[in-house]
């Protein structure tokens, strides 16, 4: 499933920004800004966040599950909406936000593997006027992709996309799982077989999902033991040796700048620069005549 699919929306307004056409796996990130109104949503397939981006407050009613709640929604504020719960919502003032639908089926993935949850008990549970500063961050790490052109990578948004998994299910869940701990990182064979494949991978689209299953692990518990054992996590680690093999292009060839891009795993001449320049301070240009 590339993107979650809407049920049913009645007084539908457009994004401004989705990740729609972004082939982002599981979860569906889209910025509103939208006139006083209201709407009713209800996604069988689909848990909903929203993040309020207003610079004002704004008064809004909602009613969700059978539960009403009015009140004063500012900057920051949160709302939890489970799947096959149908969603009202009232608003008089100018609003603004993020919202996050993120595949049922996926959460029911990541309860089993990484929590070891039975997926047919699990229940979240709806949440009004909230503030959760994991959830916030994570939202607005989506949101900077989405302005970025998804500058991260496929393996960027998928790693977040586990931990937002993760804490919605630790945080959200009727029962609470309990989330095993690990104190070593991978072993070295483990290691070695994971860069192995990043190395010969390099151009193409590596998914989070291909790391964990040469191991056998969850892509949450992988993500953990990887970062634990290099002290980077998979993405930042990807995006380094395309750095490094550009690097080498640079200097030793007299290929273009754009198709050094595609032979590194950039999809464009722009993405290479902006990481180009994040990790070394200066433009492939600029590396190739100094």
């Known amino acids: 499933m590339t993107n979650p699919a809407t049920d049913r929306t009645e007084t539908t ?27 009713r949503c209800d996604y069988s397939d689909e848990h909903t966040i929203y993040l309020s981006l207003a610079p004002r407050p704004i008064r809004l009613l909602q009613i969700q599950g059978g539960k009403t709640h ?24 100018d609003d603004h936000y993020l919202q996050i639908r ?3 089926r996926f959460i029911e993935s990541v309860a089993t593997e990484a929590l070891a949850m039975n997926p047919e008990q699990l229940q979240l549970l709806p949440e009004f006027r909230i503030r959760d500063p994991q959830i916030e961050a ?7 992709e989405l302005q970025q052109e998804n500058l991260g990578g496929r393996l960027y948004i998928e790693s977040l996309a586990n931990v937002l998994a993760v804490h919605l299910l630790r945080q959200y869940a009727a029962a609470k799982p309990h989330l095993q701990t690990y104190e070593a990182g991978l072993s070295e064979r483990q290691l070695l077989q994971v860069l192995e494949y990043i190395n010969e991978h390099l151009t193409q689209d ?9 191991l056998g692990i969850s892509q949450f518990h992988f993500s953990h033991l990887f970062k ?13 040796q395309r750095i490094e093999r550009a690097k080498q292009l640079l200097k030793q060839t007299d290929l273009s700048i754009m198709d050094i891009a ?23 240009k600029a590396y190739r005549v100094n």
């Open 13 to 39: 307004y457009s994004p401004i920004l989705s990740s729609q056409a972004q082939g982002w796996e599981n979860i569906l990130v889209e910025q509103f800004q939208q006139p006083p109104g209201e709407a």
């Open 138 to 144: 994570i939202a607005m790490m989506f949101l900077c």
């Open 262 to 284: 595609l032979n590194c795993g950039f999809n464009s001449h722009s993405h290479l620069s902006k990481q180009f320049r994040h990790f070394t301070g200066m433009t492939p």
């Open 70 to 93: 009015t009140g004063l929604y500012a900057k920051g504020d949160i709302s939890v909406t489970p799947a096959k719960t149908p969603l009202f919502a009232r608003w008089d003032q």
């Open 102 to 104: 993120i595949a049922s």
């Open 228 to 240: 634990r054992s290099l002290g980077t996590a998979p993405y930042q680690y990807l995006i380094q």
């Open 206 to 214: 590596i998914k989070l999902a291909d790391l964990a299953q040469l």
